[in-house]
C-alpha cells in the first residue's frame, strides 16, 4: 500500500527529505508544505546579491513547485502554512495564505523541517522600525537591497558577529557602503578562539568596517542606533543578524518532546516522540560526538543528512548517525576562515583535558608568488592525543586542512595518525610536510614533554614582568620589528652566544613561525638548559594578537612595530 508522506518546510533539510523519498518508493504520494514562496532556495548564498556577486535574485531560487512535480513527481505547495498537527487522527491543518482557507491533510508519516527564525530582541527599542531586516530566505535579502538602493543608504549598521553578520558586512561594504559591525561579546566569530579570531578582527577593520566589540544594541532610530554604553552609530538602516532560534512552536503545540537545548528532540533516527513524526534540521537537537551532550547546528550540511536518514527510516533501511562535529568555513575580505571540532572555550566548559598547537608555516613552498602564511591552531586531548579540533585562517585554501582535521575527528584519529598522513603535494598547493603534518609534529612534542610553550594570550604579561625573551631571527628580522625588551639572539649565533643566557630563570624563545625557535630550544636543552619555553605562535601571531586591541583601546605597545608578513 502506497505510503502518504507530508513534509512540513522545503530548502535543505525538507526539499530533500521530499526528494530521498521519492527515490525510495515512486509509488508513494509526496507533499512539501513550504509557507514562504520559494520552496529550495541558496541560503547561504543570499548575503552575496547586497554586494553583486549574486547580481539576479531570482537566481537564489534553485527549484520552484513546477519542476519539483515534473522531476520527482512531488506536490509542493508554497504560501502555504501547517498551523496544527492532530496526531490522534494523523492529519495536519493547513493555511493558504494567498486565498485564507484551511484545510486538513492526512499522512501515514510526517517530516518536519521549519528551520530557526532571526532572533529579534523586544527589549531592543525600535527593533519593528521599516529599516530593521533580517536574513532568512530570498524575500528578506531581496528587500534589504530594495530598501538600501530605494533610498540612497550610506550607512548600514550591522548586529552581530557570527556567519551571517560578517558576510552580510561584507557584502555591504563591497557594495561600497559604511559598514559598522556591532557584537556583544569581545569577539566575532564564537566557534574560533580569541587568539585566532583577532586576524579576521584586523582584516574587518584593515577593509574600513567600524568593528564595534563587547557592547550592545538598546534603540534603533531611523538613522543611528544606540548602543548599551551610550555610543551612537550611524545607520539609516539595520541588519540584525544576533542568531536564530529553532521554529518549534508547531512541535509544541502538538505535544512532541523538545530537548534541553530548546530544539525538538529526536532519536538516532530522527523521529521524535511520535513514532509517526521525523524532524530535521536547524529546528532539532543533535548529538555532538565530542561532548557527548545535545547541541544545536544550523548548517546545510547536516539538514541534508538528516534529510536523507530520515527518509530511510521510513523505509526501514538502517540508519548510522555519526553525532555532528561542526565544520565550517567562511570568507572575511582577503582571509578565509575554517574551523572544526571543540574550540578551547568548549573543552574548558566540557571539563576536557587539552592541549594545542598554534603554528604559522606558509600554505604552499615559499619560493611560490602566491604563497602566504596560514595561521594554524590544532586541538588535542591529553593524554590520548585523539584530535579534538583545529581552525585555520589564511589567504589561501584554509578548508582543504580542516576537511582532512575533519575526518581524522570522524575517524577518532590522534596526533599519531595526522603525523602519519599522506597527502598531495606540489610546490604551488602545499609543502612536501603539510601544515597539518606539522602541526602533528609540534603537538606531538608537546604531548610528550619534548619542549614547554606558552601561547601569545600571555606575552603581554610576560613583558609587563620583565621576562627574559630571546629572539632568534637575524638582526635584519629583528630591527623590522620585535618585543620590546626581548634580546636578539640570532639562531646562526646562538652556539656562539650561548653564555649570554641566564640558567637561572625561564628563558623565552621566539622568531617568526616557530621553526627557529624551536631549533633553538632543542639546541639549547642539550647544553643543559631546562627552563626553556617556546612562544606559541611566534612574532608574526603575536602581531595579529595585539593590533586590534592596541588600535581601538590605545594601549602601549608591546612590539615596536607590528610585522604581518
Same mark, same amino acid.
Given at each position: 500500500?502506497?505510503?502518504?508522506?507530508?513534509?512540513?518546510?522545503?530548502?535543505?533539510?525538507?526539499?530533500?527529505?521530499?526528494?530521498?523519498?521519492?527515490r525510495l518508493d515512486e509509488s508513494a504520494e509526496i507533499i512539501v508544505f513550504e509557507k514562504g514562496p520559494h520552496v529550495s532556495f541558496s541560503n547561504c548564498a543570499l548575503p552575496f546579491h547586497l554586494s553583486g556577486i549574486v547580481e539576479d535574485v531570482d537566481s537564489l531560487?534553485?527549484?520552484?513547485?513546477?519542476?519539483?512535480?515534473?522531476?520527482?513527481?512531488?506536490?509542493?505547495?508554497?504560501?502555504?502554512?501547517?498551523?496544527?498537527?492532530?496526531? *490522534?487522527?494523523?492529519?495536519?491543518?493547513?493555511?493558504?495564505?494567498?486565498?485564507?482557507?484551511?484545510?486538513?491533510?492526512?499522512?501515514?508519516?510526517?517530516?518536519?523541517s521549519p528551520g530557526a527564525s532571526p532572533i529579534r530582541p523586544a527589549s531592543i527599542e525600535g527593533i519593528n522600525n521599516e529599516n530593521v531586516f533580517t536574513v532568512r530566505n530570498v524575500v528578506d535579502i531581496d528587500?534589504?537591497?530594495?530598501?538600501?538602493?530605494?533610498?540612497?543608504?550610506?550607512?548600514?549598521?550591522?548586529?552581530?558577529?557570527?556567519?551571517?553578520?560578517?558576510?552580510?558586512?561584507?557584502?555591504?561594504?563591497?557594495?561600497?557602503?559604511?559598514?559598522?559591525?556591532?557584537?556583544?561579546?569581545?569577539?566575532?566569530?564564537?566557534?574560533?578562539?580569541?587568539?585566532?579570531?583577532?586576524?579576521?578582527?584586523?582584516?574587518? $577593520?584593515? !577593509?574600513?568596517?567600524?568593528?564595534?566589540?563587547?557592547?550592545?544594541?538598546?534603540?534603533?532610530?531611523?538613522?543611528?542606533?544606540?548602543?548599551?554604553?551610550?555610543?551612537?552609530?550611524?545607520?539609516?538602516?539595520?541588519?540584525?543578524?544576533?542568531?536564530?532560534?529553532?521554529?518549534?512552536?508547531?512541535?509544541?503545540?502538538?505535544?512532541?518532546?523538545?530537548?534541553?537545548?530548546?530544539?525538538?528532540?529526536?532519536?538516532?533516527?530522527?523521529?521524535?516522540?511520535?513514532?509517526?513524526?521525523?524532524?530535521?534540521?536547524?529546528?532539532?537537537?543533535?548529538?555532538?560526538?565530542?561532548?557527548?551532550?545535545?547541541?544545536?547546528?544550523?548548517?546545510?550540511?547536516?539538514?541534508?543528512?538528516?534529510?536523507?536518514?530520515?527518509?530511510?527510516?521510513?523505509?526501514?533501511?538502517?540508519?548510522?548517525?555519526?553525532?555532528?562535529?561542526?565544520?565550517?568555513?567562511? !570568507?572575511?575580505?582577503?582571509?578565509?576562515?575554517?574551523?572544526?571540532?571543540?574550540?578551547?572555550?568548549?573543552?574548558?566548559?566540557?571539563?576536557?583535558?587539552?592541549?594545542?598547537?598554534?603554528?604559522?608555516? !606558509?600554505?604552499?613552498?615559499?619560493?611560490?608568488?602566491?604563497?602566504?602564511?596560514?595561521?594554524?591552531?590544532?586541538?588535542?586531548?591529553?593524554?590520548?592525543?585523539?584530535?579534538?579540533?583545529?581552525?585555520?585562517?589564511?589567504?589561501?585554501?584554509?578548508?582543504?586542512?580542516?576537511?582532512?582535521?575533519?575526518?581524522?575527528?570522524?575517524?577518532?584519529?590522534?596526533?599519531?595518525?595526522?603525523?602519519?598522513?599522506?597527502?598531495?603535494?606540489?610546490?604551488?598547493?602545499?609543502?612536501?610536510?603539510?601544515?597539518?603534518?606539522?602541526?602533528?609534529?609540534?603537538?606531538?612534542?608537546?604531548?610528550?614533554?619534548?619542549?614547554? !610553550?606558552?601561547?601569545?594570550?600571555?606575552?603581554?604579561?610576560?613583558?609587563?614582568?620583565?621576562?627574559?625573551?630571546?629572539?632568534?631571527?637575524?638582526?635584519?628580522?629583528?630591527?623590522?620589528?620585535?618585543?620590546?625588551?626581548?634580546?636578539?639572539?640570532?639562531?646562526?649565533?646562538?652556539?656562539?652566544?650561548?653564555?649570554?643566557?641566564?640558567?637561572?630563570?625561564?628563558?623565552?624563545?621566539?622568531?617568526?613561525?616557530?621553526?627557529?625557535?624551536?631549533?633553538?630550544? $632543542?639546541?639549547?636543552?642539550? $647544553?643543559?638548559? *631546562?627552563?626553556?619555553?617556546?612562544?606559541?605562535?611566534?612574532?608574526?601571531?603575536?602581531?595579529?594578537?595585539?593590533?586590534?586591541?592596541?588600535?581601538?583601546?590605545?594601549?602601549?605597545?608591546?612590539?615596536?612595530?607590528?610585522?604581518?608578513?
Amino acid at each position: 500500500m502506497s505510503k502518504r508522506i507530508l513534509v512540513v518546510g522545503g530548502v535543505a533539510g525538507g526539499a530533500s527529505a521530499a526528494a530521498r523519498a521519492r527515490r525510495l518508493d515512486e509509488s508513494a504520494e509526496i507533499i512539501v508544505f513550504e509557507k514562504g514562496p520559494h520552496v529550495s532556495f541558496s541560503n547561504c548564498a543570499l548575503p552575496f546579491h547586497l554586494s553583486g556577486i549574486v547580481e539576479d535574485v531570482d537566481s537564489l531560487v534553485l527549484m520552484d513547485p513546477e519542476t519539483f512535480k515534473s522531476q520527482y513527481n512531488i506536490d509542493v505547495r508554497v504560501n502555504n502554512e501547517v498551523v496544527k498537527i492532530n496526531r *490522534d487522527k494523523k492529519t495536519i491543518l493547513v493555511k493558504d495564505l494567498n486565498t485564507g482557507e484551511e484545510y486538513e491533510e492526512a499522512y501515514d508519516k510526517l517530516v518536519l523541517s521549519p528551520g530557526a527564525s532571526p532572533i529579534r530582541p523586544a527589549s531592543i527599542e525600535g527593533i519593528n522600525n521599516e529599516n530593521v531586516f533580517t536574513v532568512r530566505n530570498v524575500v528578506d535579502i531581496d528587500n534589504i537591497n530594495t530598501y538600501i538602493k530605494g533610498n540612497n543608504i550610506k550607512d548600514v549598521a550591522v548586529i552581530g558577529g557570527g556567519f551571517i553578520g560578517l558576510e552580510v558586512a561584507e557584502n555591504l561594504r563591497l557594495a561600497g557602503l559604511n559598514v559598522a559591525l556591532v557584537e556583544a561579546l569581545d569577539q566575532v566569530m564564537a566557534p574560533f578562539d580569541y587568539d585566532m579570531v583577532q586576524i579576521l578582527h584586523k582584516e574587518l $577593520m584593515d !577593509q574600513g568596517v567600524d568593528l564595534i566589540l563587547s557592547d550592545a544594541v538598546k534603540k534603533i532610530g531611523e538613522d543611528h542606533v544606540e548602543l548599551q554604553s551610550g555610543r551612537q552609530v550611524k545607520a539609516e538602516a539595520v541588519v540584525l543578524a544576533i542568531g536564530v532560534r529553532p521554529e518549534t512552536k508547531l512541535a509544541e503545540e502538538a505535544g512532541l518532546e523538545i530537548g534541553e537545548t530548546g530544539g525538538i528532540k529526536v532519536d538516532h533516527n530522527y523521529r521524535t516522540s511520535d513514532k509517526d513524526i521525523y524532524a530535521v534540521g536547524d529546528a532539532i537537537e543533535v548529538y555532538n560526538r565530542l561532548t557527548h551532550k545535545p547541541t544545536r547546528l544550523a548548517l546545510a550540511g547536516p539538514a541534508q543528512r538528516q534529510a536523507r536518514s530520515a527518509a530511510d527510516h521510513i523505509y526501514n533501511m538502517t540508519v548510522r548517525n555519526n553525532g555532528v562535529i561542526g565544520s565550517s568555513v567562511v !570568507q572575511v575580505f582577503d582571509m578565509n576562515a575554517a574551523c572544526t571540532g571543540l574550540n578551547e572555550k568548549v573543552c574548558k566548559a566540557n571539563g576536557i583535558s587539552y592541549d594545542f598547537v598554534y603554528i604559522i608555516p !606558509q600554505d604552499m613552498v615559499g619560493l611560490m608568488p602566491n604563497s602566504n602564511p596560514l595561521h594554524f591552531k590544532l586541538i588535542f586531548e591529553v593524554p590520548t592525543g585523539k584530535i579534538l579540533g583545529a581552525q585555520a585562517i589564511g589567504r589561501g585554501n584554509v578548508d582543504k586542512r580542516i576537511d582532512v582535521i575533519a575526518t581524522l575527528i570522524m575517524m577518532n584519529g590522534t596526533l599519531e595518525d595526522l603525523k602519519e598522513l599522506e597527502l598531495c603535494y606540489a610546490p604551488t598547493f602545499g609543502t612536501a610536510r603539510d601544515v597539518v603534518n606539522h602541526a602533528a609534529l609540534v603537538g606531538l612534542n608537546i604531548l610528550n614533554g619534548v619542549f614547554k !610553550q606558552v601561547p601569545v594570550t600571555k606575552v603581554r604579561e610576560l613583558v609587563e614582568n620583565d621576562a627574559y625573551i630571546i629572539d632568534v631571527r637575524e638582526k635584519d628580522e629583528y630591527e623590522a620589528g620585535h618585543i620590546i625588551n626581548a634580546v636578539n639572539i640570532p639562531l646562526s649565533e646562538l652556539r656562539q652566544r650561548v653564555d649570554e643566557i641566564p640558567k637561572d630563570r625561564p628563558v623565552y624563545l621566539h622568531c617568526r613561525s616557530s621553526q627557529r625557535s624551536y631549533n633553538a630550544i $632543542m639546541a639549547l636543552q642539550h $647544553m643543559g638548559f *631546562d627552563n626553556l619555553y617556546n612562544i606559541s605562535g611566534s612574532f608574526l601571531g603575536l602581531s595579529y594578537y595585539e593590533y586590534f586591541n592596541d588600535q581601538v583601546t590605545g594601549r602601549k605597545k608591546i612590539v615596536t612595530e607590528y610585522n604581518f608578513k
